[in-house]
């Protein structure tokens, strides 16, 4: 099984919303990655963990919160946005301390009207 | 801090025509990587390139990695329609082997 897995696939949400973002792997890799993705632009890293401990934080507002509350699970809580995070939000993992590729989830296609 | 610069941004393409896709990175870097992404999908890993000289190929898709020069090349031969995507290369660094991406090349074949 070399699958991620994310949900939900499209959120929209108000300014005044919390919602959180869902990324799963079954492939026993211990480090797993947030990048958020604009239209027409490369991902860009958000967060790092690792071993499930954040190990990177890429200067991201608070109104993003990540979470891992065990190895295969990776969550992205989110509050207060801007109408500017509206993105696609890609999960992806791999072996840590690996030059092995990362393995990118489907992606939540984020609005926030 | 790792820079990394990909050309060109736009490639229009005949079918059956070869041409090149550049990535240049700015500072030492253990590996290099190529995705493709179709529209409003995911990135899918092409090719993982780890040492100098290294030369990977699938396909119509040949890549390479110069670490000297810090340059790694896709190399499409013959294009077909179905190749038809936006291509990242990222370089890998650090400890948490973070990658930063070029900022892609949305190639076109027309028929």
């Known amino acids: 099984d070399t699958e991620v897995t994310q949900t939900p696939k499209h959120l929209v949400m108000g300014m005044t919303n919390k919602k959180s973002l869902k990324c799963e792997q079954h492939?026993?890799?211990?480090?797993m990655y947030w990048y958020k993705q604009k239209a027409k632009k490369p991902p860009e890293l958000m967060f790092v963990?690792?071993?499930?401990?954040?190990?990177i934080n890429e200067s991201v507002p608070s109104r993003f919160s990540p979470e891992c509350p065990n190895s295969s699970l990776l969550n992205l809580h989110l509050h207060a946005l801007q109408p500017e995070d509206s993105a696609l939000y890609l999960c992806a993992s791999s072996p840590p301390a690996s030059v092995e590729t990362q393995y990118f989830g489907p992606g939540t296609r984020l609005l926030v009207l | 801090e790792l820079k990394v610069e990909q050309n060109p941004l736009f490639l229009s393409m005949q079918e059956g025509k070869n041409y090149t896709i550049y990535c240049n990175y700015s500072t030492t870097s253990d590996r290099l990587y190529w995705y493709r992404q179709d529209p409003g999908k995911s990135l899918e890993s092409l090719f993982v390139?780890?040492?100098?000289?290294a030369v990977k190929q699938e396909g119509r898709l040949m890549a390479s990695l110069d670490t000297k020069a810090r340059l790694s090349t896709l190399h499409i031969t013959a294009a077909v329609h179905d190749l038809s995507a936006t291509y990242f290369c990222a370089a890998g660094q650090g400890p948490a082997r973070q990658l930063t991406f070029g900022s892609g090349t949305q190639l076109t074949v027309l028929p």
């Open positions: 492939m026993g890799h211990r480090a």
């Open positions: 390139l780890l040492s100098n000289g």
């Open positions: 963990y690792s071993y499930e401990k954040l190990s």
